[in-house]
């Protein structure tokens, strides 16, 4: 089993439908990121949660509403997408705190989105 | 803000022969982490190698390598021997020591070995 699942590996939706993301991560960590990758592009953090608590939102439009009910869970709830919103949505855990070590981020396999 | 190029969007290597691939980053701070992922086709990112830019020493790991050049913002990654398991997109990262989650990537480089 991996350290950090997600659920569903692909999703089609239409630009009406509401659909959510799932993630989890069975690695002890504290602090779970979204992560958009689009191709021929760098990756693109969208929301850091702490503890529960969200610490960063980049700029993201209203239509992604992450949620994060305890350390081990994220969600990314979806409402009105478009198509430019089409990539593969990467969930990613570490533990909060940095030092000299630096905190690796691990990250789930994606769920490949394409919105109609 | 902190960026980091990729300038080799794609690379070939011969199975057991040895590939370098680029990364250069741009910053103000004077001690940061550094890192190279793969990402194979089944899509799961994986660290391969980690630097510490306060160490003069490039990391190792087993048939990876990196050629950390501080003064010139370079992190090159080394990989000897290549092996079929080893065709994947490689991505190259940055991090701050004062935003532990803010990670900055690289567009990636996909990197192809013949057998």
């Known amino acids: 089993e991996t350290g950090v699942t997600q659920t569903p590996r692909h999703l089609v939706m239409g630009m009406t439908n509401k659909k959510s993301l799932k993630c989890e991560q069975h690695?002890?960590?504290?602090?779970m990121y979204w992560y958009k990758q689009s191709a021929k592009k760098p990756l693109e953090l969208m929301f850091v949660?702490?503890?529960?608590?969200?610490?960063e939102n980049n700029s993201v439009p209203s239509r992604f509403s992450p949620e994060c009910p305890n350390s081990s869970h994220l969600f990314l709830h979806l409402h009105t997408l478009q198509p430019e919103d089409s990539a593969l949505y990467l969930c990613?855990?570490?533990?909060?705190?940095?030092?000299?070590?630096?905190?690796?981020?691990?990250f789930g396999a994606g769920t490949r989105l394409s919105v109609l | 803000a902190q960026t980091v190029t990729q300038s080799q969007p794609e690379m070939s290597v011969q199975e057991a022969e040895t590939v370098t691939l680029s990364c250069t980053y741009d910053?103000?701070?004077?001690?940061?982490?550094l890192f190279w992922y793969k990402q194979p086709p089944s899509r799961q990112m994986i660290l391969v190698i980690r630097?510490?830019?306060?160490?003069?020493q490039n990391a190792t790991e087993n048939r990876f390598s990196v050629n950390f050049q501080k003064a010139a913002k370079s992190f090159s990654l080394k990989i000897s021997d290549s092996q079929l398991g080893d065709a994947a997109m490689y991505f190259c990262?940055?991090?701050?020591?004062?935003?532990?989650?803010?990670?900055?990537f690289g567009a990636g480089t996909r990197l192809t070995v013949k057998p």
């Open positions: 910053t103000s701070e004077s001690d940061y982490y």
């Open positions: 949660y702490n503890f529960k608590e969200q610490t």
């Open positions: 990262a940055y991090r701050s020591p004062y935003n532990n989650n803010d990670m900055r």
């Open positions: 630097q510490e830019a306060y160490k003069q």
């Open positions: 990613a855990s570490s533990h909060v705190s940095g030092g000299p070590v630096g905190n690796i981020q691990y």
């Open positions: 690695l002890g960590h504290n602090a």
